[in-house]
């Protein structure tokens, strides 16, 4: 069982909204991930955190907007998106941001379901 | 960043055992080659990780060669339960844990 918590499971939203994702991780990691896939589609890396600052962000539009308040809790936050950001949103952890040569596992939650309407 | 290659699809039946080979022929000197499960509408699950000649847990192997171009994740005796994607990663340049999915290998057990 995945120790990377994500809520909600589903959430549907209309463009004007504002919501947020919110995934948390008890396991002491202090890199934490988010990915989008859509159906049928490999997992899109968006944005890295490690030790609670933003390292990588992989050119993510502005309407989504991560925050890393502490080195347990990662959120995405949504505002104004469009019917084509319906996806499935994953958050993951790792022990560090060390690179995949250190044997460096990355874990990942259940993800959010997200359906903009 | 290293680019993986993976068959699309494969097909097996119920008790027999899985090879997903998957190339990587620009991988570098200190990336580690993990694969991963995923289930519809569920997150990837880690299945095992390794850096050359072979690894082996609870629940596959995982054969690298020589000159670590190729690897080969292994499942014996596969199951219904065991149609998913699998993916094969390898690990990211500059320091970063940036793990890049391939299009992944989708496998079929049939009965």
């Known amino acids: 069982d995945t120790e990377v918590t994500q809520t909600p499971k589903h959430l549907v939203m209309g463009m004007t909204n504002k919501k947020s994702l919110k995934c948390e991780q008890h396991?002491?990691?202090?890199?934490m991930y988010w990915y989008k896939q859509k159906a049928k589609k490999p997992p899109e890396l968006m944005f890295v955190?490690?030790?609670?600052?933003?390292?990588i962000n992989e050119s993510v539009p502005s309407r989504f907007s991560p925050e890393c308040p502490n080195s347990s809790l990662l959120n995405l936050h949504l505002h104004a998106l469009q019917p084509e950001d319906s996806a499935l949103y994953l958050c993951a952890s790792s022990q560090d941001l060390g690179s995949g040569a250190s044997g460096n596992t990355i874990y990942f939650g259940e993800g959010s379901w997200l359906t903009v309407v | 960043l290293a680019k993986t290659t993976q068959p699309i699809s494969m097909d097996s039946y119920e008790g027999q055992e899985v090879n997903i080979t998957c190339s990587h022929n620009?991988?570098?000197?200190?990336?580690?080659i993990t694969w991963y499960q995923q289930f519809p509408s569920q997150g990837p699950r880690f299945i095992i990780q390794g850096y050359k000649t072979k690894v082996t847990n609870e629940v596959a192997s995982l054969f690298i060669p020589a000159d670590r171009k190729s690897s080969t994740l292994s499942l014996p005796r596969v199951s219904l339960s065991d149609t998913a994607v699998y993916y094969c990663?390898?690990?990211?340049?500059?320091?970063?844990?940036?793990?890049?999915f391939g299009a992944g290998t989708r496998l079929a057990v049939h009965p």
């Open positions: 396991m002491g990691h202090r890199a």
């Open positions: 990663l390898v690990g990211g340049s500059g320091g970063y844990n940036k793990l890049i």
């Open positions: 620009n991988i570098a000197t200190n990336d580690y």
């Open positions: 955190y490690s030790y609670e600052k933003l390292s």
